[in-house]
């Protein structure tokens, strides 16, 4: 059982805010196109090497959430920020500053793989089961159901000592200047951006023709699932847009 505190007013977040320290673990939980239309942030775990915070987004007010993810004065240390970062703009229009991304450490000392095995590599500790499970939970539901609020924290729990234990690996094998090299705008978005059609599987065995049928029945798949608030897949699957294009 964790010690936390569930943060779900702007009032509650000024405090948090009031006695925050300058490093904190952070994660998100999301919804990502699986029970309704659309990308939301529906929870903010935090954990301060002391105590657990988990914040309410849709209790809490977007100009406050705006002012602590695009404060630089706070370190924020995540595993493989990218998805997080992209939600943080997509949602509230700002980057995610003074992000500590672990997996660019992991990955310098050849690990490749998800923050439960980065755990047990590094920590020697099994972290909390049911990842996957909770992954495709229905985050937006109020209130959180009880399981879900007391595993959130288990996403965090671990971050600080795995940045102390990469880090002392790291300058080991002489990978620390190169580590702090790649932190720098390691929230940035990388490369082009690519379009939702264009990620579809088999997208670039398709003729200059299909292509433009593709994107055509893309968007209007996704303007139904807007209107409907239904998730685009719910609508008409991937393959069926690819058989449509061809």
């Known amino acids: 059982m964790y010690n936390y505190t569930l943060v779900e007013s702007d009032t509650a977040f000024r405090e948090f805010l009031k006695g925050a320290k300058s490093s904190l673990a952070l994660d998100f939980e999301g919804e990502f196109n699986l029970h309704i239309y659309g990308e939301h942030l529906c929870l903010i775990q935090i954990f301060d090497r002391t105590h657990y915070f988990l914040i309410d987004p849709f209790k809490v007010s977007a100009p406050l959430l705006k002012g602590f993810f695009s404060d630089k004065g706070i370190e924020k240390i995540m595993f493989d920020c990218s998805s997080d970062a992209s939600l943080i703009r997509h949602q509230y ?3 995610l500053e003074g992000v500590y991304d672990l997996r660019v450490g992991a990955q310098l000392l050849g690990y490749n793989g998800n923050l439960s095995g980065l755990i047990t590599k590094f920590l020697h500790k099994e972290p909390e089961g049911g990842k996957r499970s909770k992954q495709t939970s229905n985050w937006l539901r109020r209130p959180l159901k009880r399981q879900l609020i007391e595993y959130a924290p288990s996403d965090v729990e671990h971050l600080f000592d795995l940045k102390e234990a990469l ?5 080991r094998v002489g990978l620390g200047e190169k580590n702090r090299q790649g932190q720098v705008g390691v929230a940035l978005p990388k490369g082009a951006k690519r379009e939702g059609w264009e990620k579809i599987n088999g997208y670039r065995y398709l003729s200059n023709k299909e292509k433009v049928f593709l994107k055509h029945f893309f968007l209007a798949r996704d303007t139904l699932a807007q209107e409907l ?12 847009l690819l058989g449509l294009a061809k």
Do not use: A, H, S
């Not at 880090?167 to 300058?171: D, R, W």
């Not at 998730?231 to 991937?238: E, I, R, S």
């Open 93 to 95: 229009g700002v980057q």
């Open 167 to 171: 880090e002392k690996e790291l300058e």
């Open 229 to 240: 608030n239904l998730p685009p897949f719910k609508v008409l699957d991937k393959q069926r």
